[in-house]
């Protein structure tokens, strides 16, 4: 019991002084940018949090009218059951993230403290910040509900759930991370939360397809009756597994039942310490047996041949520029993180598209040959599009991290580094978006002027749409980060898909007016349907160079190095 | 080979360098010391092009490096003090990418990264990954980049950090060399006895202005104290104090 209070009093600690580093970085940074963001954030959530309370407040009185046979108890279970697929996720990577990435933990356990009661703590702090998020997601509905039913403990009841519920699965993840992490090698820790995100994501996607009623030819039907049909899945809603636990505890608190509510809760406070506590130990014993693998230096697979071969320079490219290049390539080619952002929107587009393109074909060829067909036969070019180019091109500028003296110290101008950087992204995505393209309008058989010509300017597109993202990136560059996901500034996320819309729209728009028009004034349409794609092209080459110029302005300015 | 005319750097209101005037000719080997903030980091990234001066003027090798940096560059070797490199690109990689980024023909580029390589005796590590480098590796590693090109100045940000004896010695001599060669050897440190052993030249800078400028001799003058070692030289210009650190860490135990 001792050893539990000192393992909460250190998670406690350490949750106080993760808030502290919070505040510090946000309001007190007295840093103009971060504070508008802060407040940005705070209203863009009171915004969000108000509309659910207004659709739980209609759904309420609703249900004073509509009777619905439902069996809350059930369907509480089930969607505890899914929560815990994500608490599985999240601690997983946050485990893997706390023993392989981050020093931090190092520094905790060489403070006069047992190892159980730091990792111990650790795990408490995870369960703090699952009540936040639980709170920031049903906060406002659970307080409508509170006060539409009179019945205040309604929150109190579920807060104390969303601390409860995540413990046996955060416990669990834990030990078997530090168990599995004594077989990954040093230096890997990256790589293979990385590949788990992927195969996680790719997971959930596929099963969603396979199992989704919305995506069957049926559709939702019928689930649309008064008594919707909830399935049975015995460890979810059984009577002897925590999410039936945890189910049956909800609606026992939504319903007033105070006393059965009461009796699950405490058979889920009961688990949740007993688990904690020999989890605590437990993990304890797993670390000091030693979690990391020693493994020798890594070295560039293949022989001196290879490394030979390396060593030349693109043709028709500028060494400079095609030392660049070549170096991002490796970078990106030899980082699992940096790679699946490569992989992902291939695989994801092919997930999306290839299941389904039987019955996408036959819907875009039912509207015969001629623009409309070729254009929306570009569709799937354009998604993968966004999701490469922002991918890609967004980090380029960020990829050199805190490296970047190198190439500032070196004799070249900022302009030069830019022209590599859309090199080294904007042709491969090139040639896969203008490969996707042809593919679909060879499928769609939209007539060969009107493919040929789509086709061009999906190539075109692919070109301008990386290099705008690449001078968006690059004004929002970030250099402090190595790891891929944090380089990537929010706002030129949200400006980078702002460029993509506006090129993609403007070009839609303007391969509709040319059909209107041709139709309307009796124009040739061919010669319509060019010069909108000429426009198209134009215009999107001009954002372009205007976004590099803009980007290269700021990055004289900015001393990064 | 390298002057700066009234340089200043300032971060808001903060002067991190203050009107630095220095003269530095071809073939010297001149110590730049400061206690830690004193502002020696910030003028080597002004020279070397990083940073941008606030005010004032600073010509390396006949160039200005405000309105002709990239001349400038092409003729300054730099080794940061913290040298961040590519960790997933090899040793060899690596010094054919700086190789490239100063436009150096492939044959006589491969050709000094195998001389390099083989000096720092890092050939049999050639092929592996920066990040499996020690800190002392990388600094070779860095050391061999910033000579690649054969520049005419070279910059080092406390060069001998992370080094073992031996490689400090080699360093040591490699500068030595250089200077023997003609070139220019600028370096920050806070070891006194290698800069006392060293340099031609030193220059003491505190608080972001230059204190003192000199030979060994010269500054020993300036100082007022002809048999004094640099280490009391230097506590003597920066106004630092020798504490009574025993009486500190008793009051500590209490």
Known sequence: MRNLGRSVSFGLFLWRTQLIMFLNQTVRSRKPGRLIAVLGGGLVLLILWGWEGFVTALALQASHHVRFDLDVARLFSLGFFAYTGVLVFSSLVFSLNALLLNPDLDLLLVSPQPVEAVLAGRMVVQFLRLLVLSLLFTFPALLVISVGSHNPGILVGFATLFVLYPVWPVVIISLATLFLVRFIPAGRGKEIVTVLSLVLALGINLLNFLFNPALRPGGLRGRRGASPNLPDVPFATGPFTPPGWAGRSAAAILAGHWLPAAGWLLLLLTVSLALFAVGSRLSGRLYLAGWIAAVPPRRHPGGAALARRHGRAIPLLDPVVSAIVIKDWRMRTRDIAQLARFAMPVIFLFVLFGFRSTRLLDSVRSLGGGPVAATLALLPSWVLLLSLSSALGLTAVSLEGRSIWIYNASPNTVLRMLQAKCWSVALPTALAVSIAAAITESLVHPGWLWAVTATGLALVQALAVTSLMVGIGAFFARFDWTDVRRMLHPLAGLLGIIGFLAVVGASALLMAIAVALSSAANLPLPATWLAAIVLSAGGAIVAATFGLLLSAARLRRLEPG | ?254
């Open chain 2, 1 to 254: 080979m390298l002057s700066t005319r009234l340089l200043t750097k300032r971060y808001g209101s903060l002067t991190a360098v203050e009107d630095l005037d220095l003269e530095v000719s071809s073939g010297e080997l001149f110590g730049f010391l400061g206690p830690n903030g004193a502002g020696k980091t910030t003028t080597i990234k002004m020279l070397v092009g990083l940073l941008r001066p606030s005010s004032g003027s600073a010509r390396v090798a006949g160039f200005d490096i405000l309105a002709d940096p990239e001349q400038a560059k092409a003729r300054i070797g730099y080794v940061p003090d913290s040298a961040t490199l590519y960790d997933k690109l090899s040793a060899r990689e690596f010094l054919e990418f700086s190789g490239d980024l100063y436009h150096l023909p492939r044959a006589l580029r491969n050709r000094r990264i195998d001389a390099l390589l083989n000096l720092f005796g890092l050939a049999d590590r050639e092929r592996d990954f920066l990040s499996g480098f020690s800190r002392g590796m990388r600094q070779k590693v860095s050391l061999a980049a910033a000579l690649l090109h054969d520049p005419q100045v070279l910059f080092l940000d406390e060069p001998t950090v992370g080094l073992d004896p031996q490689s400090a010695r080699q360093m040591k001599d490699i500068l030595e060399d250089l200077c023997r060669e003609g070139k220019t050897v600028f370096f920050s440190t806070h070891i006194l006895e290698i800069a006392e052993r060293m340099c031609t030249r030193l220059a003491i800078i505190n608080r972001g202005r230059l204190v003192a400028v000199g030979t060994l001799e010269e500054l020993r003058r300036q100082a007022g104290a002809e048999s004094q070692s640099l280490e009391q030289i230097f506590l003597e210009l920066t106004g630092s104090k020798e504490e009574d650190v025993g009486a500190v860490l008793r009051g500590l135990e209490g």
